[in-house]
């Protein structure tokens, strides 16, 4: 399994931008997909998830402004960032669960910063 993240960048306040976590493993439509993030001196915590079946939660802190979607024509999971504000500032790691081992890309950074 290897998950590339990449979609990360520098962006103002109110900015958007959509992360791609791009997938090489077997039977991607099969597994739920998440994204985490961290940011400087804080525990990673979840942002957002997707089903294998297009079931999707969020955190609180980016209900209304993120939105996780998957193309499994392509192996790829996205994240649609919107209304970005200085606290989503964080290194963005993709993950999947594959039986009992967790797998992570190797993250991309997002800063939120004018």
């Known amino acids: 399994v290897q998950l590339v993240e990449s979609g990360g960048g520098l962006v103002q306040p109110g900015g958007s931008l959509r992360l791609s976590c791009a997938a090489s493993?077997?039977?991607?439509?099969?597994?739920?997909m998440s994204w985490y993030r961290q940011a400087p001196g804080k525990q990673r915590e979840l942002v957002a998830a997707i089903t294998s079946g297009g079931s999707t939660n969020y955190a609180d802190s980016v209900k209304g402004r993120f939105a996780i979607s998957r193309d499994n024509a392509k192996s790829t999971v996205y994240l649609q960032m919107n209304s970005l504000k200085p606290e989503d500032t964080a290194v963005y790691y993709c993950?999947?669960?594959?039986?009992?081992?967790?797998?992570w890309g190797q993250g991309t950074q997002v800063t939120v910063s004018s």
């Open positions: 993950t999947v669960r594959v039986l009992l081992d967790d797998y």
């Open positions: 493993m077997p039977f991607f439509s099969l597994y739920a």
